[in-house]
């Protein structure tokens, strides 16, 4: 079997790439990657001489580069489409760049894709696109789509475009939407990887507004299996949400991050709101749990010691990105980013 992932040098794309090499011995990897400020190749590097794996530095908004890797590197099975632009700070300061890839380059990809009658085609989403809930309640999979940021409208765009390719086109189309990931490799612009490694220089940790806005957090492993528990035996046409059940306030979470890093509580400082700020959101995944037999495996207090252990032990990898050596890497490599 020969699959196309996209994004896989980012957070979940490089976990979901090292999984597959490791737990399905008959699949092979092409991952499409345009290498953007997210990207990082040392996410990969232990497995970038696998000849099971390999890497296109290709934008899913360029047509004809990804007609090139569907035409010379076919018959391609599936696609697991992760390629996205995916920080919502960044879509308030501008969307376009969120449109663009995640409205276009779906669409793009989507009938590439199809042209070259691919099998399959995952569409990975969040649950932020079911905007945002009061105090109580899960989102279910008919919960009607009504994001409130640039970033979230872009991805229920996408989600939309994928749907209407199996309305319209019989494209054997499936959607995930997972909740809150964290854990190791996750860009350090993300509330967890933010706090743990401001804690970790002795910075403070910014909670925005009174800090009671509410995330269900998943470990990254897990959503990775659930993914491709989809991928093989989820329904065309169908959605699968994903979530931990398990929801923290970001107040919680930064409470539970400084007692893990021995830090005092004044390391929290509360900072301005985020415009538009999504309260709370909460997934009913009782679907992919009953239909497919998937559960969260990793309980959050192991997931989290495990996720401060990994940027206290790599303090390379994110000091590059936070002081922006990484891109001098990159630029003498490969090129302007
Ligand atoms: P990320 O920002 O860490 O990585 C995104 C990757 O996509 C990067 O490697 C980047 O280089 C690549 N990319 C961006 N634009 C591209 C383009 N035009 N062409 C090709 N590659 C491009 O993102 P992530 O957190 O790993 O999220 C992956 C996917 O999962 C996204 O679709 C996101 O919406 C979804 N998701 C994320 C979360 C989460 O908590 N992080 C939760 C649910 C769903
Ligand atoms: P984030 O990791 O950006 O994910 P998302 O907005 O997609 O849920 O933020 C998670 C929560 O943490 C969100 O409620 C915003 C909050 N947050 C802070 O309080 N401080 C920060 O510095 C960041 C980045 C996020």
Known sequence: MRIVVTGGLGFIGSHLV??????????????????????????????????????????????????AVFRDQGPIDAV????????????????????????????????????????????????????SLGGTGSFVEHTPLSPNSPYSASKAGSDLLARAAFETYGQDVVITRCSNN????????????????????????????????????????????????????????????IGGNN????????????????LPETAIVPVPDRLGHDRRYAIDSSKIQETLGWRP?????????LTVQWYRSRRAWWESIKNGTYKDYYRDQYGTL
């Open 247 to 262: 929801e923290r306030s970001n107040r919680e979470v930064a409470q539970t991050l400084v007692s893990l890093m021995h």
């Open 80 to 131: 697991m489409h992760l390629a996205a632009e995916s920080h919502v700070d960044r879509s308030i300061q501008s969307g376009v760049p969120f449109v663009e890839t995640n409205v276009l380059g779906t669409q793009i990809l989507l009938e590439v894709a199809r042209n070259a009658g691919v099998s399959r085609f995952l569409q990975v989403s969040t649950d932020e696109v079911y905007g």
């Open 297 to 305: 495996e990793t309980p959050w207090e192991q997931g989290l010691a």
């Open 182 to 241: 964290y854990g190791p490799y996750q860009f350090p612009e993300k509330l967890i990887p933010l706090f743990i490694t401001n804690g970790l220089d002795g910075k403070s940790l910014p909670l925005y507004g009174d800090g009671l806005n509410v995330r269900d957090w998943l470990y990254v492993e897990d959503h990775v299996r659930a993914l491709w528990m989809v991928l093989n035996q989820g329904k065309a046409g169908e959605v699968y949400n």
């Open 18 to 67: 090292r999984w597959i090499l490791q737990h399905q011995p008959q699949v092979d990897i092409i991952n499409v990657d345009a290498l953007t400020y997210a990207g990082n190749l040392e996410n990969l590097a232990d497995i970038a001489d696998n000849p099971r794996y390999q890497w296109q530095r290709i934008s899913i908004t360029d047509r004809p580069g990804l007609e």
